[in-house]
């Protein structure tokens, strides 16, 4: 069983990536993850460095997530939270759910990984369309 105290910094941690992202707090958002950490969606995983152009081309609006269910072995973690996002203009949905790592670090628990998975009306899980956004030039 994992101790109570690393579940509640995670869940914390967690909180603090859906409050900087829905506020467009680029580096609160940055600082959630290990200097290693990826994100994943659309079909391609993109590192630390192209993150923040990333979030910047995406829609903007509120990150609603739900209590992620966590599993600990020592100092390393999986997890899965439910996320809804609102779109802030037109208050259209998505849904799905993140898939994370987690590690222990000197600053406390960090993302390692994090991958999007959409629900689609359809009943169909997948990770997005393809270059579904702006590629962020080089």
């Known amino acids: 069983m994992a101790a109570h105290d690393?579940?509640?910094e995670i869940q914390q941690l967690l909180a603090r990536y859906a409050v900087t992202i829905t506020k467009g707090d680029i580096d609160g958002l940055v600082g959630v993850f290990t200097p290693d950490g990826s994100y994943s969606a659309f079909g391609d995983t993109y590192?630390?460095?192209v993150f923040p152009e990333l979030v910047d081309a995406a829609p903007k609006g509120l990150?609603?997530?739900g209590t992620p269910l966590i599993e600990l072995d020592g100092d390393t973690g999986t997890g899965t939270q439910p996320l809804c996002f609102v779109e802030q203009s037109t208050h259209d949905m998505r849904i799905g759910y993140?898939?994370?790592t987690y590690r222990r670090t000197?600053?406390?628990w960090r993302l390692a990984t994090r991958a999007m998975t959409f629900i689609r009306r359809s009943?169909?899980?997948?990770s997005g369309i393809p270059h579904a956004f702006e590629r962020p030039s080089a």
Do not use: S
Not at 123 to 126: L, V
């Open 6 to 8: 690393d579940l509640i």
């Open 63 to 65: 990150f609603l997530t």
């Open 123 to 126: 009943g169909i899980h997948d």
């Open 47 to 49: 590192t630390l460095d």
């Open 106 to 108: 000197d600053r406390g």
């Open 98 to 100: 993140y898939t994370d």
